[in-house]
């Protein structure tokens, strides 16, 4: 994603196609903040409760609200992209509506179902998230709020936050549910993990079970030394070494050159730098953000492709630079898809700020790369809410239950991550030792896998008889399909700034 802005443009432009063909197939508008209580489990997967044979199509484009943009065939699933009406404010509910996208990958009601978010755009190819391998469940995909296609029209941004958000996920389970009436458990990565974690502290009653991976917990804003004491520690010196130096050579006696070489590329590919203010802020930021992105999506054995800093030659640097941290991506062009996220980083969610000790020297431009920068100056941010993460923080420690964290030892997002507390019930952090930002149970230690493993299934109302008895026989219930268990890797916008 953060390799070329033509790929950017591309899937920008894929996922507005994808909006415009939109079926007329829609069920009567829904009475909107009246989600209406779910009821019990339908018998199977063509029979509806009241017994009589019923398309699973049928069934989803019956309940209020609900419509197809198209079914996408796969082989021992039904796999539909849909819209559904949501409020604009929850709390206001007649106050207009937006349509949402999301995804339903359905195997058969009679199994448990996961519901996930990435917290950003949903995908439209079927792809089988870790929890629904492991326990052979349907799958809800659900948009963001505010990343396109799911945007109001006309934009009102102070509708934006982590509880409004919550309020979509218990509107689409409410109605799914209906069908869809066994176990349900909530999972994504990264903000998709924070966005599970949110959905259970406003919404504890709806889901049976949260698996939340490399979630980051940024209780206080205005403390991130930790992120400072993770990247003196990070792998081992000689790497961290190489990759300073690489920054130092870059910030330094090369930064005319390579920055001239960023204009020409982004003269021949129409990249701007509106929003950023002059492409060579926009090449400190990408410059700054190397580390922290080779940590998030490299492992240890990697740092033999970073370039020798005092042989490498400006274009080894430069490709360097645009492989780990892309010189696509802190153009207008490149920042306008997380525009949400950088609103959110602003006002709820917080962004990690590092002190850069080996870099100071070298920046022009301190202090200025902060949430505001990558927000467009005509959209109005309010003054951050110190108090949203501390409430989730703090509810969570108090109560917990049924609650997974997956992290990466050397992602920079788990230096800062969700605990237990003594409140805590059945909730675990799990730590893949060697892992970054892809962290998963399935590369945990051993032991730490199978009791994951044993717990997802419990949650899910799946584990066999042999595993309740012995968690230590806890596997996937699935096979592994190449196609439908690729996880392509998801590239998220770096939230880092001297």
């Known amino acids: 994603m953060r390799r070329t802005l033509r790929w950017l443009l591309s899937l ?50 019956a309940i209020p609200g609900m419509s197809l943009v198209e079914e996408k065939p796969y082989p021992g699933y039904r796999y539909f992209v849909l819209e559904y009406t949501q409020p604009v404010d929850h709390r206001r509910p007649s106050k207009g509506t937006f349509q949402q996208r999301i995804t339903v990958l359905h195997k058969d009601t009679t199994r448990p179902t996961v ?3 990435s917290g950003y755009h ?40 982590i509880w409004q958000a919550a309020s979509d996920q218990h509107r689409v ?20 993990g924070m966005t599970a974690t949110y959905y259970e502290r406003f919404y504890p009653r709806d889901m049976d079970g949260i698996v939340a991976y490399v979630a980051p917990n940024d209780v206080n804003d205005k403390e991130d030394s930790a992120y400072d004491r993770f990247f003196e520690k990070v792998g081992t010196k000689e790497c961290r070494d190489r990759l300073t130096a690489v920054q130092r ?39 700054s953000d190397y580390a922290w992105a080779f940590w998030q999506y490299s492992l240890l054995a990697d740092c033999a492709s970073v370039p020798d800093a005092r042989t490498a030659t400006d274009q080894e640097i430069y490709d360097s630079l645009d492989a780990i941290s892309g010189f696509a991506f802190y153009t207008d062009q490149g920042l306008e898809p997380y525009t949400p996220y950088y609103y959110q980083a602003g006002t709820q969610l917080g962004a990690p700020t590092l002190a850069y000790p080996l870099l100071k020297d070298l920046l022009r431009y301190p202090g200025y790369f902060s ?47 969700f605990r237990t507390g003594k409140g805590s019930r059945d909730a675990y952090v799990f730590t893949e030792y060697g892992g970054n930002h892809g962290a998963s149970v399935a590369g945990l230690r051993d032991a ?12 899910a109302g799946v584990a066999p008889a042999a595993v309740q008895e012995n968690p230590g026989l806890a596997k996937r219930l699935t096979r592994y399909d190449a196609k439908l268990d690729r996880q392509d890797v998801e590239r998220e916008p770096f939230m880092l700034r001297p």
């Open 371 to 417: 949430p505001r920068s990558y927000v467009p100056r005509d959209i109005p941010m309010p003054k951050f809410d110190r108090r949203a993460m501390a409430d989730v923080d703090g509810w969570l420690r108090h109560n917990a239950q049924r609650m997974m964290w997956v992290y990466g030892e050397n992602d920079p997002y788990g230096a800062e991550r």
């Open 448 to 459: 730490d896998r199978t009791k994951a493993t044993a717990r997802i299934l419990e949650w």
């Open 249 to 287: 050579e870059a910030l330094g006696k090369r930064r005319a050159a390579l920055t001239a070489t960023y204009r020409e590329w982004a003269t021949a590919n129409a990249g701007t730098f509106r929003t950023m203010g002059s492409l060579d802020k926009a090449y400190e930021s990408l410059v």
């Open 173 to 192: 389970f409410a109605a799914l549910k209906k069908i869809y009436g066994k176990k349900w458990i909530a999972t994504g990565i990264s903000k998709g």
């Open 12 to 61: 920008v432009v894929l996922i507005g196609m994808a909006g415009t063909t939109a079926s007329a197939a829609t069920a009567a508008e829904p009475a909107i903040g009246s989600p209406g209580t779910p009821r019990g489990t339908a018998p199977g997967d063509t029979t509806s409760q009241d017994g009589t044979s019923e398309d699973i199509k049928d069934r989803i484009l």
């Open 122 to 161: 949903v995908g439209t190819t079927p792809r089988r998230r870790e929890p629904t391998q492991i326990v052979d469940g349907n799958q809800v995909d659900m948009e963001y709020r505010f990343f396109t296609p799911s945007r109001p029209s006309p934009a009102d941004w102070s509708k934006l936050d």
């Open 115 to 117: 519901f996930y978010t």
